[in-house]
């Protein structure tokens, strides 16, 4: 019944920019976190940065200092805003979200589908 949809991949030159954006809809009672990871093919999904609903970032070294994440919680969307962007930020990108259904209300993982991003040189 959950669903997170992200939306703005594409493909950029390096040094572009690119903002992706993730809705969460669905039966959502709450929602203590939600992110972003990303995987490129036969690779492990990594991650990109997370933001809990009270605002604290983790972000993955590789991106600190070019990506920003932000949210909106009334809206229960997340985005992300990638500057600078680099041939290795080729990835997939997927939300996630840590959430509570009103059926259930404890914290489960969920996923989006996917985004392409992808960087030339």
């Known amino acids: 019944q959950v669903q997170l949809v992200e939306s703005g991949g594409g493909s950029v030159q390096a040094g572009g920019s690119l903002r992706l954006s993730c809705a969460a809809s669905?039966?959502?009672?709450?929602?203590?976190?939600m992110g972003w990871y990303r995987q490129a093919p036969g690779k492990q999904r990594e991650l990109v940065v997370t933001i809990t609903s009270g605002g604290t970032t983790n972000y993955a070294d590789s991106v600190k200092g070019r990506f920003t994440i932000s949210r909106d919680n009334a809206k229960n969307t997340v985005n992300l805003q990638m500057n600078s962007l680099k041939p290795e930020d080729t990835f997939v990108y997927y939300c996630?979200?840590?959430?509570?259904?009103?059926?259930?209300?404890?914290?489960?993982?969920?996923w989006g589908q996917g985004t392409q991003v992808t960087v030339s040189s």
């Open positions: 996630y979200a840590r959430l509570a259904t009103y059926q259930r209300k404890n914290y489960s993982e969920y």
């Open positions: 669905g039966s959502i009672f709450s929602i203590d976190a």
